[in-house]
């Protein structure tokens, strides 16, 4: 009779730092660091009382209150329908910033490329006054417009910061294209624009919808910028969530955020899905050497 | 190879005039206007006059707004070390884990990262408070000393750990944190790990290593993840006023009353552009360090 050779615990490799325990303890109570607080949001949004620290019971009384709550559902209908425009327009002129960028050389390049990287540096107060500055001396929006023609300004500046952050995933997915798959539809008969919207923009697709959720995400997690822009008609969720932060600490705000964390949970777990867990990793986990 | 635009004229206007007409029209005119405001000065209620005036630069060089620019420099050099010193380890165990495991861990840091800010500040707050989670966590800790010692520690006194600087810091680590892990393990993936091997097996401690082997190696991407962390630090808004307390005003703070509240659009817009100087500035040192670094490896 053959003993089966029990497996020995071998001691770490050398590189192997998730298997030491010093590693091991830093990596759980970072954990409990960013995920403590967040979780107890969540499970104080079940709680039958108004404290937010102490746990009384379930219930899921806080959530009818909030979904109830004309403003806050007001306010989040306006957030969603500034992500959706804001995301549509910023893909498109992302998009559009990307290839004309990655296809032609042309005189300012370099400028129109390092202004393009702008939004995404400056700090966001400083865009928020000059959207500020901008719309109240500029371009005044009307007051009083129809929904949702009267959330403009804000959809205009969220376009503003977000399709610099789609021209970036745009191109990065742009650099992995062979050119002359192009060339070949063009010889084939193709005019410009159609090898364009034929050839390349397929390619790219992959780009588009991770773009598209960024942005999305972007817009909606956007509180500064859009605070500086609103007006009093055009609360969005956020700006909404401030104001009752600012009144004090109710389990409704939990319900509330509790929801927009599952929102932005389940867009996270679908970007990744379109892009494969490789997006994570930046392609460099996987890669052999 | 890129096309000449001359070739596909109609292609390539089509496709920049959009992008173009934006940034231009939505974002360059918008700060351009902000710059020119930073010159002038209030004329009546509602009017600004561009009379090319320095006097609200030197204003926010007075002593009491120049501490507030040093300050917020503390704060968000502090909140940058505090992500380094945490975010170091989390990302060396990133990209050491098996590939299988990786994603997951990186997604454990991104999860908190796609979360709506306010939100996440928000739920600092339940934590921090007088009667929030670690004071009461102290307290039972306190009372259940107490019942055994007969009451030796005597009345429980709360921490105070909201509306100061303490909370301020804490919840600036607690939103930068993932800005600063993220660029490190890109750093860090790319190190060629024969070298780490190598230096463990001739001798050198995990710490040695770390620091002659690691750091010089990844010195660019520690540097771009410091920067990363530090500007967002720099210019935030939401998390000082909501944490902070009378005395932790940030720069944000000051520009968000000047515009609100006072009413003074010129200061306000010179301290925006001071914060925007401040930024470039910090992209330029790290450009010129970055470039050093590679002349060093060439």
């Known amino acids: 009779m053959t003993t089966a050779i029990k497996p020995r615990k071998m ?23 960013l995920y403590g607080p967040l979780l107890t949001l969540m499970v104080f949004s ?30 989040f209908g306006n957030s969603l329908t500034i992500a959706l425009c804001s995301t549509i ?33 400056v700090p966001e107060i400083c865009m928020g006054v000059g959207m500020l500055v901008f719309f109240a001396k500029v371009l005044p929006w009307p007051q009083g ?25 745009v191109r990065a997915r742009l650099a992995s294209f062979n050119r ?91 970007a990744l899905k379109f892009q494969g867990s490789d997006a994570l990793t930046a392609g460099h986990g996987t890669e052999k050497k | 190879m890129e096309q000449s635009w001359r070739q596909a004229k109609g292609l390539f206007l089509t496709l920049l005039s959009a992008p173009l007409f934006w940034l231009v029209v939505f974002f360059i005119a918008p700060l351009s206007i902000v710059w020119l405001y ?28 120049l501490n507030i620019f040093v300050k917020s420099f503390w704060i968000a050099g502090l909140t940058t070390f505090l992500c380094l010193v945490i975010g170091f380890p989390v990302a060396l165990a990133i990209t050491f884990a098996s590939d299988k495991l990786k994603p997951w861990l990186l997604l454990l840091v991104m999860l908190p990262f796609m979360t709506n800010l306010l939100i996440r500040t928000y ?37 105070a750990l909201l509306n100061n600087n303490f909370a301020v810091v804490f919840g600036l680590v607690f939103v930068n944190l993932p800005f600063m892990i993220l660029p490190l393990y890109s750093a860090l993936d790319r190190l060629d790990k024969s070298l780490l091997e190598a230096s463990l097996d001739l001798g050198a401690g995990h710490i040695r290593t770390l620091f002659n082997v690691v750091i010089p190696m990844a010195g660019a991407g520690i540097a771009s993840g410091i920067l990363i962390t530090f500007i967002p ?16 005003q940030m720069i944000a703070n000051v520009i968000e009353s000047q515009f609100k509240r006072a009413n003074n659009w010129p200061f306000g817009a010179a301290l925006s552009f001071l914060l925007v100087y401040l930024t470039f500035i910090a992209i330029a040192v790290q450009g010129v360090l970055e470039a050093r670094a590679r002349k060093r490896v060439a």
Request: proline share 6%; net charge negative.
């Open chain 1, 11 to 33: 001691p770490p490799a050398p590189l192997e730092y998730l298997r030491r325990w010093p590693i091991q303890a830093w990596l759980i109570g970072v954990t409990i660091f």
């Open chain 1, 46 to 75: 079940f709680n039958d009382s108004r404290s937010t620290t102490i746990w009384k019971g379930f219930t899921l009384k806080y959530y009818q209150k909030a979904l109830t709550n004309e403003s806050l559902i007001t306010a």
């Open chain 1, 89 to 121: 327009l910023s893909v498109i002129v992302g998009a559009m910033a990307a290839i004309v960028l990655w296809r032609f050389r042309f005189g300012g390049k370099t400028l129109f490329d390092g202004a393009l990287a702008v939004p995404i540096v």
């Open chain 1, 145 to 169: 417009l129809p929904w949702p023609l009267n959330l403009g300004a804000i959809i205009i500046a969220h376009v503003s910061f977000s399709f610099p952050f789609v021209a970036v995933v």
């Open chain 1, 180 to 270: 002359e798959l192009e060339e070949a539809a063009k010889d084939l008969g193709a005019s410009d624009f159609r090898a364009l919207m034929d050839v390349v923009i397929p390619h790219i697709k992959p780009s588009l919808i991770a773009g598209a959720l960024l942005a999305f995400t972007l817009s909606l997690d956007d509180f500064v910028i859009t605070f500086f822009t609103a007006g009093p008609d055009t609360v969005t969720f956020p700006v909404k969530v401030y104001s009752m932060v600012r009144f004090s600490v109710t389990p409704e705000v939990n319900a509330a955020s509790t929801i927009l964390i599952v929102v932005t949970v389940l867009l996270t777990f679908l």
């Open chain 2, 38 to 65: 930073s010159f002038g000065q209030n004329d009546g209620l509602v009017d600004i006059a561009f009379t090319g005036t320095w006097s609200n630069y030197a204003h926010a060089f007075s002593p009491l707004y």
């Open chain 2, 123 to 159: 739920a600092l707050i339940a934590v921090l408070r007088t009667k929030g989670l670690i004071n009461m966590g102290l307290e039972m800790v306190h009372n259940s000393v107490n019942g055994m010692t007969g009451g030796a520690l005597g009345v429980f006194e709360p921490l």
């Open chain 2, 233 to 248: 630090a720099l210019g935030s808004y939401l998390t000082p006023d909501l944490l902070g307390g009378p005395d932790s």
